[in-house]
Nanobody, 127 residues
Framework: QVQLKESGGGLVQAGGSLRLSCVGS????????MGWFRQAPGKEREFVAA????????DYADSAKGRFTISRDGAKNTLYLQMNNLKPEDTAAYYC????????????????????WGQGTQVTVSS
């Protein structure tokens, strides 16, 4: 299993930007697709973005398209989520997650595909 730790959350005004990071350790980080999910109070955890193991394929929730960019740096074992033009409805705890299976070509979206999770980082967007 891979251990994941997120950072980069904080308080930002609407229209601002944040970059989240997720550092992985343990199993070979670069062999696995990765994803970002978020969970607001009283709501279910929802998919935000994912990237396949090689970085050649990405997928986004409709709410993230055009504003968020997922990327990864294999040499640093780090996953990123660049978030621009933030809105109050983006307020949530953000979690990174690693795929259960290595070398999957497509970027996964389903919650059940991910077997390792970080503890989350809080993003708060004020209006």
């Amino acid at each position: 299993q891979v251990q994941l730790k997120e950072s980069g959350g904080g308080l930002v005004q609407a229209g601002g930007s944040l970059r989240l990071s997720c550092v992985g350790s343990g199993r070979t980080f670069s062999n696995y697709a990765m994803g970002w999910f978020r969970q607001a109070p009283g709501k279910e955890r929802e998919f935000v973005a994912a990237i396949n193991w090689s970085g050649s394929s990405t997928d986004y929730a409709d709410s993230a398209k055009g504003r968020f960019t997922i990327s990864r740096d294999g040499a640093k074992n780090t996953l990123y989520l660049q978030m621009n033009n933030l809105k109050p409805e983006d307020t949530a705890a953000y979690y990174c997650a690693a795929d259960r299976v290595a070398f999957q070509i497509a970027a996964p979206k389903a919650y059940a595909r991910f077997g390792s999770w970080g503890q989350g980082t809080q993003v708060t967007v004020s209006s």
